[in-house]
């Protein structure tokens, strides 16, 4: 059974991730289906998830909204205010006709997966339009989604080999009893070497100095969204937020981190480097 598993999720990486590095270099329509991929079904997800809780996620406005916030950090056609102005006024009015249990978690529930997972999304396509539209400047964004992917997965690795061997402290046993701290600092130590690393081989554009700070920021942050993903589902009473992807569990699961890290890495980039 170990081995059909582990055959399982080698078949879907080999498959899958030539697809996200090509999305992510190519940029453009394909990147932007491949995040809307990503937002829309780790909101349902989400919305499942929540159900456990008898918290009843508005699912279509929902999914409409994380939509229209994703193709609005492509294409900018909404100012942000004017979005909020409607979504917050229509979904309270359609709550009034719903009758599902608590409409405050119904509300709050819909709220936190569209912001949380909405807005995280739209950073990811800001990252991969921040640098320009000429060629070879518009291809930067592409490599540096696919540094920040990589390094993700550095600290995971590292996190969980060291975190295994010499992990002897726990970080949040309430949350996720087998991380630990030993594995945390490994994974925080790697992701900023990967970024020097990267910084040296597809993201020269980068000074050291931002390539260092945006492994910073993969390395605390990415964590925070592996273990606020697993509160999530902890309290949902599940292992995995889905069994989209054979051996590999749900799509939300997958992208946690660099759904957490997009943010802040989109931030950094907008008040410090231009």
């Known amino acids: ?16 991730i030539p697809f996200i590095i090509a999305a992510c270099y190519l940029g453009g ?10 937002g829309l079904l780790s909101f349902h997800e989400f919305s499942v998830m929540a159900g456990h809780k008898e918290s009843y996620v ?12 994703i193709i609005n950090g492509y294409s900018r056609f909404v100012d942000f205010e004017y979005l909020l102005l409607i979504l917050i006024p229509l979904l309270t009015f359609v709550e009034l006709f719903r009758n599902k249990e608590s409409a405050i978690l119904n509300l709050g529930s819909t709220l936190l997966g569209i912001f949380y997972i909405g807005l995280f999304s739209f950073s990811l396509i800001r990252i991969r339009e921040f640098f320009g539209f ?36 726990k970080m949040f046993p309430r949350v996720s009893p087998k ?15 990967f970024m020097i690393a990267a910084r040296a081989l597809i993201i020269d554009f980068l000074p050291l100095s931002d390539a260092i700070m945006i492994g910073l920021i993969s390395g ?8 606020i993903e697993s509160l999530l589902k902890r309290d949902a009473g599940v292992k995995d937020s889905s069994s989209i ?15 957490f890290t997009a943010p802040l890495v989109y931030l950094y980039l907008t008040l410090f480097v231009r």
């Open 1 to 16: 059974m170990k081995l059909n598993n582990t055959l399982i999720r080698t078949i879907v990486a080999l498959i899958g």
């Open 29 to 38: 329509i394909l990147f932007l289906i491949f995040v809307l991929g990503v």
């Open 58 to 69: 508005n699912y279509f406005i929902g999914m409409a909204a994380v939509a229209v916030i």
């Open 134 to 169: 000429s060629h070879q400047l518009y291809t930067q964004g592409g490599y540096l989604i696919i540094a920040l992917m990589a390094s993700i997965w550095a600290c995971d690795s590292a996190a969980f080999f060291i975190g295994t061997a010499i992990g002897k402290h």
């Open 179 to 193: 991380k630990s701290w030993e594995g945390a600092v490994a994974g925080f130590l790697f992701s900023v070497l």
């Open 220 to 227: 605390i942050f990415g964590q925070a969204g592996d273990l």
């Open 245 to 259: 992807i054979p051996g590999h569990g749900g799509i939300f699961d997958r992208f946690d981190s660099l759904l």
